[in-house]
């Protein structure tokens, strides 16, 4: 078996030293063997990747410096097709440059508490600017040269040098105002979010934001999507839902919109494929800060959300007691601790009463992706069972401090119970009156009444 100075790992630390030198250099300080400072042959045996953590010189702008990071990372990828030195990245000459998507990937998230998009090339603890410089993590992939000869070291030294100086360039490239203006737009979203509590909100959505998402394979998820090419209706907040104005501590601007308040229910009505669920989306993905053109810039929830959706699993001391006064068959315990495989509607009650005893600012729920029985009533229901919908017109104290957002198409006994409803038709937001939806309700489930008494006699015979 070969030894260590046998194999590339083995020279890394004789490559590192090359690289000490320039203006863009090794960051000596942040080398972790193996865990961001690498050179291994591919299991295709057919690449040398690579990761080398390294320092540019640049201004720290302060605050809102991931912004300005976010900036200057993207920048370098959109250079790639045209800085030959910068081709590495992209695996640019080997033989599945695929490999290195991620490195290219385009990404609109600044800052997130969450693990996700953290397989991209982003803003993040190594990817980030301080008093010291702009520290990147830069990995990437070269065709294999071979086995560590000194021509082999020195071939792979000269592309990282050549790497290095490219790296430079672009980041001297980007234009002061572009940064000062991510700057900005970091500490707008950061500042509005502190402010909600004070407001006595847990989300405010911007009036131009743009919701829906491209997904691609690399962001398939809501939260790291870009935003969808094509025809985007924007938001605006119907006068009738009371938008409001705040400024934001880093621009000056004066945004307007749509807040959301601690405690109330608050339902996004509409038909089918409305984007009802996309703005519920959007709002999850408030908890994040995002760069310009991404569409949610000014969409900032707090942290902490919570979801509650169906799906049968195992559950172990379970509280359910909400809303089930007595366990099915088949279960150990009571409703306060069940433990045994749970159905979707005992599953969604645990989910729920988890937010509610964690506090949790605001609980998101979608009927796509719910229980139906355990939000609205149904004649053949068991007296044993409560639903949310019941809860809220009877007990509203059981929700405490939580907000609540949901969005249902057909849930009309639950959309009668939100203190705001907002109505998507034609992907366009408008305001429906409570009691006005509770008129038509009404005068809807006398039609029904009517039909079903209309219609028994030709059944019957």
Not at 70 to 98: F, N, Q, S, W, Y
Not at 147 to 153: R, S
Not at 230 to 246: M, S, Y
Request: charged share 25%.
């Amino acid at each position: 078996m070969a030894g260590t100075e046998e194999t590339w790992q083995g020279q890394i630390h004789r490559i590192v030293a090359g690289l000490e030198d320039g203006r863009a250099r090794i960051n000596r300080g942040a080398v972790r063997d193996l865990v961001n400072t690498y050179l291994v042959r591919s299991l295709d045996t057919t690449a040398l990747r690579f990761s080398l953590p390294l320092l540019i010189p640049a201004r720290d702008p302060g605050p809102g410096a991931d912004g300005a990071a976010g900036v200057i990372i993207e920048a370098i990828k959109a250079a790639v097709p045209t800085e030959r030195d910068l081709g590495p990245i992209a695996g640019v000459g080997t033989e599945h440059p695929r490999h290195c998507l991620p490195n290219i990937e385009p990404v609109t998230l600044m800052a997130s508490r969450s693990a996700i998009g953290t397989d991209l090339w982003r803003p993040d603890d190594e990817n980030r600017i301080d008093a010291d410089g702009l520290h990147l993590v830069v990995r990437g992939a070269l065709p294999y040269p071979g086995p560590p000869a000194p021509g082999a070291i020195g071939e792979v030294l000269e592309r990282f040098s050549a790497l290095a100086e490219a790296l430079d360039r672009v980041v001297r490239q980007v234009p002061e105002r572009v940064l000062t203006a991510a700057c900005d737009l970091s500490v707008d979203q950061k500042a509005l979010r502190r402010a909600l509590p004070g407001m006595g909100l847990v989300a405010f959505i911007a009036d131009g934001t743009r919701p829906a998402r491209n997904l691609t394979p690399l962001r398939c998820h809501h939260r790291i999507a870009g935003p969808k090419e094509g025809v985007h209706v924007p938001f605006c907040c119907p006068q009738d839902l009371d938008p409001v104005e705040v400024e934001v501590a880093g621009s000056g601007r004066v945004v307007t919109g749509l807040a959301l308040r601690r405690r109330e229910a608050f339902a996004i009505a509409g038909s089918n494929a409305e984007g009802k669920s996309t703005l519920l989306h959007a709002v999850i993905a408030g908890q994040d800060d995002h760069a310009a053109g991404d569409g949610r810039e000014y969409l900032v929830s707090l942290n902490g959300i919570a979801r509650a959706e169906a799906g049968e699993r195992y559950l172990a001391g379970a509280d359910v007691s909400l809303f089930f006064r007595r366990l099915p068959p088949g279960l150990r315990g009571d409703p306060g601790a069940v433990s045994g495989q749970g159905s979707g509607s005992l599953v969604m009650a645990h989910e729920i009463q988890t937010a509610l005893k964690a506090a949790a600012p605001l609980l998101i729920l979608d009927e796509d992706r719910s229980a139906t029985n355990l939000l609205v009533p149904g004649c053949l229901q068991s007296g044993e069972v409560t639903p949310l919908s019941t809860l809220i017109a009877t007990r509203r104290e059981t929700l405490g401090e939580t907000a609540l957002l949901f969005a249902a198409s057909s849930l009309d006994i639950l959309i009668a119970q939100a203190d705001r409803i907002l109505h998507l038709s034609g992907h366009e937001a408008r305001a429906l009156d409570p009691p006005e939806f509770r008129r038509w309700l009404d005068a809807h489930l006398a039609e029904v009444r009517e039909h079903l008494a209309a219609s028994r006699p030709s059944r019957e015979a």
